[in-house]
C-alpha cells in the first residue's frame, strides 16, 4: 500500500513531463510548418522533378561525367533549355501577332468576309450569328464600339491566363534547379526516405513503400509527358496541314501547357476562331475545327489509359487518385494523390493479409494445443490399466 502511495505523485509528475514535451513539440511542430508553408508548393515540384529526371541521370552518371553534381547540373541545364527556347520563342511571336493586330485595328483596313446565306439556315443559333457576322462584316467598327465591354473583360482574362502561364514557367524553372540539388545527393536521399518509411511503417514494409511512391510518380509524370505529346502530335499535323500560321510554335504551346497541366484549347479555340474568320465557313474549315477541338480534349481520354502503367497497384487506384487529387490539390494533386491512394491501398491490403495469417497461426496453435491434450489424455488412459 505504501509503495502505491508513493507511486501517484510520481505517475503525476511524469504526466506532466509528459504533456509539457508534447505540447513543446506540437508547438515546434507548428512553427516549422508556418515557416515551411510558403515553400511547400516549390518543394513539391522539386521532389517530383527530382523523382522523375533521376533514371536520366543514372543512366548518363559515368558516361558523360563521373560526379552526380555535374550529371546533375548538365539534365537541368538541357531540361531548361528545352523549356525556355520555345516559351521565349512562342512569347515573341505572340507579342508580334498582337502588335499586328493592333495597327490593323487602328487603321481600320479590318476585312471580315460576309457569311453565306446557309449560316442563316442552321438550326438554333443561325439566325443569330448570321446577323452578327453581316454586321461585322460591313461595319467592324460599330461592332466592336457595342461590344467593348465584352472585349475588355476577355482581354483581361487571357492576360490574367498569361501571367499565370508565366508565373508557372518561373515556378517550374526553380524547382528544377532545386530538383538538380536533390538529384546531386540521389543515393543519400533514397536511403534517407527508405529510413523515414521504415521508421513510419516497420523495416519490412518501409523499402516497399518508398519504391512504390517512387515508381507511382515516375509513372504519372510519364504519362503526363506522353499525353502531352501525344496532344502535340495531334493538333501540330492538322495546323501543319492547314496552312496556320505559326504551326510549329503553337504544337510546342500545345506541348508545354499539356505538360503544366493546363488545357489545349487555350490554342485551339483561338486557331478555330481565326481559320473561320480570315477564310469563312466551308466543308473543310469545319472537319478542320471539329477535328482539332476533339484533339484538345483528347487529354480527357487519354489518361485513364496511359495513368499508371507500371505501378504495383491497380490502374484504377492511381486514376482516381490523379483525378481526385488533381480536383482537391491542382496540378500538384495530380501527383500526390496517386500516391496517398497507392499507399493506403498497400497498407489496407497488408493490414488484411497479416490479420488472416495471425487467425491461421492462431489456428495452428490452438490445433496443436489440442493434440498435446489428446495425447497426454491417451498416455494417462493406457497407464491406468498398467498400474491396476
Not at 513539391?44 to 563521373?66: H, M, N
Request: proline residues 5%; charged residues 10%.
Amino acid at each position: 500500500m505504501l509503495q502505491t502511495r508513493l507511486s501517484i505523485p510520481t505517475i503525476s509528475r511524469t504526466l506532466i513531463d509528459v504533456y509539457i514535451r508534447f505540447g513543446l513539440i506540437l508547438l515546434l511542430a507548428i512553427s516549422c510548418f508556418e515557416i515551411f508553408k510558403p515553400f511547400i508548393s516549390l518543394m513539391a515540384w522539386s521532389v517530383i522533378l527530382a523523382i522523375t529526371l533521376y533514371p536520366l541521370q543514372t543512366y548518363l552518371r559515368g558516361k558523360i561525367f563521373d560526379g552526380e553534381g555535374r550529371t546533375a547540373t548538365l539534365i537541368v541545364f538541357l531540361v531548361i533549355c528545352i523549356i525556355l527556347v520555345p516559351s521565349c520563342l512562342l512569347g515573341i511571336a505572340l507579342i508580334d501577332s498582337v502588335e499586328h493586330a493592333l495597327e490593323i485595328a487602328r487603321s481600320g483596313n479590318i476585312r471580315i468576309p460576309p457569311p453565306s446565306e446557309s449560316v442563316a439556315a442552321w438550326p438554333f443559333v443561325g439566325k443569330q450569328l448570321y446577323g452578327f457576322w453581316h454586321l461585322a462584316s460591313t461595319d467592324f467598327a460599330s461592332l466592336a464600339e457595342k461590344l467593348a465591354p465584352q472585349i475588355k473583360v476577355v482581354a483581361l482574362a487571357l492576360l490574367g491566363t498569361a501571367r499565370g502561364v508565366g508565373v508557372g514557367l518561373l515556378i517550374f524553372v526553380a524547382a528544377l534547379m532545386i530538383a538538380g540539388i536533390f538529384m546531386a545527393y540521389g543515393e543519400l536521399g533514397t536511403r534517407s526516405a527508405i529510413q523515414i518509411a521504415s521508421r513510419i511503417s516497420g523495416p519490412e514494409r518501409g523499402p516497399r513503400l518508398t519504391v512504390l511512391c517512387t515508381a507511382t510518380v515516375r509513372a504519372v509524370a510519364q504519362g503526363v509527358v506522353g499525353i502531352a505529346f501525344i496532344q502535340m502530335l495531334l493538333i501540330g499535323v492538322a495546323f501543319v496541314m492547314k496552312g496556320v500560321p505559326g504551326a510549329g510554335l503553337l504544337a510546342l504551346a500545345v506541348l508545354l501547357l499539356g505538360i503544366m497541366q493546363l488545357p489545349a484549347t487555350l490554342i485551339t479555340i483561338p486557331v478555330i476562331i481565326f481559320v473561320i474568320a480570315t477564310e469563312g465557313v466551308s466543308g473543310m474549315n469545319i472537319v478542320f475545327a471539329v477535328y482539332v477541338f476533339i484533339a484538345g480534349l483528347a487529354d480527357n481520354v487519354l489518361k485513364p489509359m496511359l495513368l499508371g502503367r507500371g505501378v504495383d497497384v491497380p490502374m484504377p487506384v492511381v486514376l482516381i487518385g490523379a483525378l481526385g487529387g488533381m480536383v482537391s490539390g491542382g496540378v500538384i494533386g495530380l501527383f500526390v494523390g496517386p500516391v496517398v491512394l497507392a499507399v493506403g491501398y498497400q497498407l489496407f491490403w497488408q493490414w488484411v493479409e497479416d490479420t488472416q495469417q495471425q487467425a491461421i497461426e492462431g489456428g495452428e496453435a490452438v490445433a496443436s494445443g489440442e493434440a498435446v491434450e489428446g495425447g497426454q489424455a491417451s498416455g494417462r488412459t493406457e497407464s491406468g490399466p498398467a498400474a491396476g
